[in-house]
């Protein structure tokens, strides 16, 4: 079997947030549960090519966001404070993570995800998976 080679910009987003989709979905700032698209309301990210996919705290205090960017066809991390002032992004091409398979999406107009599924998932075919 042939090892997929992971770049660095995946490396370093997974190395710092974990695993795509391994953050929570409800995160408490300053005490205060959010979701993920208050969140992002909150966080003036609210556009209808910006999917949110998790989100989570840093060891410094600060929080972190990880949004599927369909315009740009990136996963993007934009980290914040109490404050909701932000304090640092990172990005990877969505090809990171799917390789050849991103060819083979019938991509919609969101996230083929929606931020609930991996991503990857081919939204052309229902439920059933045909």
């Not at 999917?51 to 949004?67: F, K, M, Q, S």
């Not at 066809?73 to 993570?97: H, K």
């Amino acid at each position: 079997m042939e090892e997929k080679k992971i770049t660095i910009n995946r490396r370093e987003i997974e190395q710092r947030y974990g695993m795509i989709g391994d953050g929570k979905k409800i995160l408490f700032v300053n005490g205060v549960p959010m979701g993920l698209s208050t969140l992002s309301r909150r966080l003036a990210l609210q556009y209808s090519d910006l999917v949110p996919i998790d989100a989570g705290e840093l060891a410094d205090g600060t929080y972190w966001l990880r949004i599927y960017d369909n315009e740009r066809r990136m996963v993007m991390v934009v980290e914040f404070d109490r404050e909701y002032a932000f304090t640092g992004e990172r990005g990877a091409d969505i090809m990171d993570w799917l390789g050849d398979d991103y060819f083979r999406i019938h991509w919609r107009a969101f996230c083929p995800a929606g931020g609930e599924e991996w991503l990857g998932a081919d939204a052309s075919r229902g439920k059933g998976g045909r």
